[in-house]
């Protein structure tokens, strides 16, 4: 037997060397393939807010991500870029034409404060349009130049998954391709539902997705159904100068705080938005002048009909999940098509543990542009930064663009009731009239502020309702107190600033409970 090597002998450190060289090559090849396993470390499927914002997060943390966004043309044709549902055909061109009809109003207000006004004021619809698609446009071209400046790579293809990390991408001309990914997200969003079970409707009716595309005026305009898109697309229509009408089978604003709901349609209806109220749409059928004849049942059963130049059906939305071949990879879904999050303690992990969903399509979430993109960007991070921070869906503020703003943030009165008791609840509320009514003479007996809150000097605030001119741009700020567990003793020591609409939230001191008339009267 020859005598061991010394240690730090020549021939030791040359045997040493090598070992070390063939262990380092080793972990070379098993790294190299590994990396090799998955062509991509994510891909997400959906072009909307929350799969930009979660795709851009990933690669600028070093990753190799890949985008896929499709975008089927509606059942009218109608068809755009890259961007999703808000940027697109929901809360850009959205809000800007709420902003072209409070316009219209405050030229009319103009002559009140002196400037010369003519007495007939109108909107070129055309025109109008040309300038919101124009922006819409210059949105989608700096998406695709954002996800070529992160390294991102985009893929105007439809996807669904060949199975559970293999994605199908299948572009426009029929080509086929398939990406190979350890993370997966879907993003798709969702669509306008048309119920094609009302006759005449496939053929006739246009959607959200249509209206900000009309190339001609819509006209005299139906719009059924009572959720926000509904009274939204209602109020700008109505203060662009249409003839508008909204058909609602049971109550408007479903999931918000229903006094506020009613006051926000009392608004309407007061400045010229016309209601149909516990109707239902029967047919619609397109008579020999070109207008839409609308059957109906009214609230009494009696069947009546008119006609319109438009029909709009707002009743609700669909998650595009349908071609996705989830249940085939195993991913649990609800009834509606909506992805069940929360596995393995993860808000957003589907039942496979590598995929996940975010935004609209994951169920019992709120349907909010703010909310997917945060969720995006938390979520890149715990896949890819050590990160642990999950996304908060309480207190989740939002805002109705109807003519009069309504911005909540929290509980609503009803929610707080059934969850705290009555006598756990003190309700502080408020009249009130912006400043900027009072020369014009405008109605602001439903501009409303309310606070509700557990009883007690410190009882934490649990909801902030507030119905008003720039209704958001107020409530943005409240809901930072609200996160903060602000209580009502915090509140109304804050100071206000004079003369404000805002200011009313701190001033407020008349209790429901109490009875007193809750009109402000002065400073």
């Given amino acids: 037997m020859s005598a061991p090597l010394a240690i730090g002998s020549r021939k030791h450190s040359r045997l040493f060397s090598k070992h070390v060289l063939h262990k380092y090559r080793h972990l070379v090849r098993h790294l190299s393939k590994s990396s090799q396993e998955h062509e991509y470390d994510l891909v997400v499927i959906g072009g909307g807010s929350g799969g930009l914002a979660c795709s ?128 997966a997200v879907i993003a798709v969003g969702g669509r306008p539902i048309l119920p094609t079970e009302i006759p005449g409707v496939s053929d006739h009716a246009i959607s959200s997705d249509d209206i900000f595309w009309m190339k001609k005026p819509p006209g005299k305009t139906l719009v059924v159904g009572g959720s926000y898109i509904a009274l939204e697309s209602a109020g700008f229509l109505s203060g662009l100068g249409f003839d508008t009408t909204v058909m609602v089978r049971s109550i408007c604003l479903r999931m918000f705080d229903q006094q506020m709901a009613n006051l926000v349609t009392d608004h309407m209806e007061n400045n010229g938005t016309r209601f149909l109220k516990e109707c239902k749409p029967l047919r619609v059928v397109k008579n020999a002048e070109g207008k839409l004849d609308v059957s109906y049942q009214d609230r009494n059963g009696n069947e009546e009909k008119e006609a319109f130049d438009t029909v709009l059906m707002a009743v609700g939305r669909y998650s595009v999940t349908g071609k996705l071949n989830l249940p085939d990879i195993g991913v649990s879904m ?54 642990q921070v999950q996304m908060n869906y309480d207190q989740v503020p939002t805002t109705v663009f109807t003519p009069l703003e309504y911005g909540v943030v929290g509980l609503s009165e009803e929610t707080a009731l059934a969850t705290h008791g009555e006598s756990n609840i003190e309700v502080y509320h408020a009249f009130y009239v912006p400043l900027e009514y009072v020369i014009p003479g405008r109605d602001a007996s439903q501009c ?25 741009e107020i409530i943005q700020g409240f809901s930072v107190a609200m996160g903060c567990g602000v209580t009502w003793r915090q509140l109304s020591s804050s100071i206000g600033i004079h003369p404000t609409m805002a200011e009313e939230l701190v001033k407020l001191h008349i209790t429901k409970s109490s009875g007193l008339d809750p009109k402000v009267t002065g400073c």
């Fill in 56 to 183: 851009k997060e990933a690669a600028q943390l070093g990753k190799k991500v890949a985008v896929l966004d499709y975008v089927n043309p509606s059942p009218r044709g109608t068809k755009w870029g890259l961007g999703g549902t808000c940027v697109n055909v929901g809360c850009i061109p959205k809000k800007l034409m709420h902003q072209a009809s409070l316009l219209g109003n405050l030229i009319r207000d103009g002559k009140s404060y002196g400037w010369d006004v003519p007495d007939s004021i109108n909107n070129d619809w055309e025109k109008m349009c040309g300038a919101v698609q124009s922006y819409i446009k210059s949105l989608n071209w700096g998406h695709r130049v954002q996800l070529k400046d992160k390294n991102v790579e985009y893929l105007n293809a439809l996807g669904s998954f060949a199975d559970q990390h293999t994605i199908r991408a299948i572009d426009s001309k029929g080509q086929e391709r398939l990406l190979s990914t350890k993370h």
């Fill in 334 to 387: 609800d009834d509606v098509g909506k992805v069940i999050g929360g596995h393995e303690g993860d808000q957003e992990r589907s039942s496979v543990s590598h995929i996940y969903a975010i935004g609209d399509v994951l169920h019992a979430r709120p349907e909010l542009t703010p909310v997917a993109i945060k969720a995006g960007k938390l979520l890149a991070h715990r896949l890819f930064d050590g990160a």
């Fill in 448 to 472: 409303y502020i309310k606070v509700i809150c557990q009883k007690g000097d410190d009882g934490r605030v649990l909801g902030i309702h507030l119905t008003g001119p720039n209704a958001g």
